[in-house]
């Protein structure tokens, strides 16, 4: 079993967000897309933001850095006209 969940990655992206509002996150596609993004700036150079032994894969290192609250996930913004 993956630790965090998608569950609990997706708690931790909404628990921000006031009650009645719309959650940032409703699916674990978001989840999946926003560590691979980051997972892919941490191998083309970009530093971590937590330890990250070198057996620690990038696509970990970035769900540790989403489970800790050190990435946000921005939502789509509609402009209304």
Do not use: C, F, W
Not at 10 to 26: H, R
Not at 63 to 80: H, T
Request: charged residues 30%; hydrophobic residues 35%; without cysteine.
């Amino acid at each position: 079993m993956i630790h965090p969940s998608y569950t609990e990655l997706m708690q931790v992206v909404n628990s921000e967000v006031e009650p009645g509002e719309v959650p940032v996150v409703n699916s674990r596609y978001s989840i999946v897309m926003a560590t691979s993004k980051r997972a892919r700036q941490i191998i083309s150079g970009d530093e971590p933001m937590v330890d990250m032994p070198k057996e620690k894969k990038p696509l970990s290192v970035a769900v540790d850095e989403l489970n800790q609250g050190l990435i946000k996930i921005i939502g789509d913004e509609k402009e209304e006209e």
